[in-house]
């Protein structure tokens, strides 16, 4: 049978997968199937600033390049993750007490030098991740706190300088549907075009549960293709109260394909993603205790109601 992103292809759309490289290093199987199903793929944890320059000055980028590689030798495109979160980001830097001024001179350098590396070689770049709270606000987040909301536009303009051939995205979470919060993104998306800011793309993460269905997505991501944006599903999962039972993974099924059939029906929106395939490597049990299978393939990477239902759906054309 075909591979999934060979069904993609016919969509003209790439299909991938957040890729957590000690699995990549240590598990022959999950290294051929990230290889072989998808045509994209993101660093789960490895493009990360703490990951990146864990003491000041000193980088490591060994194992983002070995990603690098093996998307190389499997033609696959890659998704930068990410460059402005208040997430993950190394000690040094939230520990420190730099003045506005310096912290914004970290950050242009972390752009420049982060963006730099990988140049000519990311298809989007997750430049600004998460900067909205749920009823809209910006997140108060030390990027916020020492240098203003002027710092989105100033992350694209510098991520654009510093690679101008990068698709460049704002990324986050609950933004799937009509809302406040994708109301507030597509306010703040807008502007920043109107003012010349490069920003090409919205990433939907869709993190969901089996619970609900995001209903106005195909809306959603239609608004931003009027405004002339391309979308992305950039972190699909579908997490469930363990144990699994048929109709949650039927339910599972449901979201997932509804999610790609709005993605498929949306021209503009280039990409689906998921954060992990298989519920072998997972962050979900470590966050939501109780909560998993969230993935297509279970833990022994076989195929699960929600992996026939993606198949089909990229199957049906
Ligand atoms: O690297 C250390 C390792 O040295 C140590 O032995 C181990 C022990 O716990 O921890 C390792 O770090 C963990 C890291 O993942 C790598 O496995 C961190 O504790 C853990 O917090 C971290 O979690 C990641 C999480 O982002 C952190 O915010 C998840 O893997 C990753 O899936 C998750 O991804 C985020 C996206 O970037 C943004 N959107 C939401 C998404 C899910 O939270």
Redesign the pocket.
């Known amino acids: 049978p075909p591979t999934l992103r060979a069904l993609a292809a016919r969509h003209d759309i790439r299909i991938g997968t957040?890729v957590?490289m000690?699995a990549l290093a240590a598990d022959p199987v999950y290294r051929r199937q990230v290889g072989s199903e998808f045509s994209t793929v993101t660093a789960?944890?490895v493009m990360?600033w703490e990951?990146l320059e864990p003491q000041r000055g000193q980088y490591d980028w060994s194992a983002a390049d070995r990603l690098m590689a093996f998307a190389r030798q499997h033609g696959q495109a890659v998704r930068g993750?990410?460059l402005v979160?208040h997430?993950?980001l190394p000690a040094w830097l939230t520990a420190g007490s730099f003045s506005s001024d310096q912290l914004r001179q970290i950050l242009r350098k972390h752009i420049f030098d982060t963006v730099g590396h990988f140049k000519g070689r990311i298809w989007q770049w997750d430049v600004v991740?998460?900067a909205f709270n749920e009823d809209g606000t910006l997140r108060d987040t030390i990027w916020l706190e020492k240098l203003g909301p002027g710092y989105i536009a100033d992350a694209f303009r510098w991520a654009h300088e510093a690679d101008p051939s990068a698709k460049l995205f704002y990324?986050d979470?609950n933004i799937e549907d009509v809302n406040a919060k994708s109301d507030a993104v597509y306010q703040l998306v807008k502007t920043l075009r109107a003012q010349g800011v490069p920003v090409e793309g919205v990433g939907m993460?869709a993190?969901e549960t089996v619970d609900y269905t995001p209903t106005t997505m195909r809306q959603n991501m239609q608004r931003f293709q009027r405004l002339g944006l391309d979308t992305a599903v950039t972190?699909a999962d579908v997490r469930m109260v363990m144990p699994p039972d048929a109709a949650k993974l039927g339910a599972q099924a449901d979201v997932y394909r509804s999610m790609l059939s709005d993605c498929l029906a949306t021209d503009r929106c280039i990409s689906f993603t998921v954060?992990?395939f298989t519920d072998k490597y997972?962050?979900v049990p470590?966050?939501f205790e109780g909560q998993g299978a969230a993935n297509l393939l279970d833990e022994t990477f076989t195929p699960k109601p929600a992996y026939d239902a993606v198949r089909a759906t990229l199957a049906a054309k």
């Open positions: 957040a957590d000690s789960e944890n990360k990951v993750h990410v979160w997430s993950q991740n998460e990324n979470y993460q993190h972190e954060w992990g997972s962050w470590g966050t």
